[in-house]
């Protein structure tokens, strides 16, 4: 069951669109869910469907489709490097190798203690500032360098 927050959200989200189109506020519906629950799972997908009335395989369709859902626990920090052509033109697999290394896990797996999680994801609009990565979706880290990287992971180690 949607929370009563994740419910307001929506709502606050489905005034944005024709009463007759409410599977427009789908991809705000899932980041919600996200936001406070750290990933989506399939329970969740089946309640953003009932709560828009949409079929519950076009709400796994969209959270499929897009890399910035997370369809299982993916850590407190979770790492999503961009390994499109251009970032790994500029060092993504380089920035990818050393995360990975640093944190003695590989794509798509999460730290031991449940602090990390590191993940490739597609274009995400900032060529010309790779190789880069976001942190939880929310935050942009470009020209990451392994020294920006290790000064990085430095300032999430004391959160």
Known sequence: MLSEQIQLKIDRELKKYPADQKQS???????????????????DMADVAAYLGMPNMAVCEVATFYHMYN????????????TNLPC?????????????????????EVTADGKYGLREGECMGACKDAPLFTLNNKKICSRMSEEKIDQFLAELDKL
Request: aromatic content about 6%; some cysteine.
């Open 25 to 43: 506020a789908v991809m705000a519906a899932l980041r919600f869910v996200q936001d406070e629950k750290g990933w989506i799972a399939s329970d």
């Open 71 to 82: 369809l299982k626990p993916m850590g407190k920090h979770t790492i999503t490097v961009c």
């Open 88 to 108: 790994t033109l500029n060092g993504a697999g380089d920035t990818v190798a050393y995360l990975e290394a640093k944190l003695g896990i590989g794509l798509g």
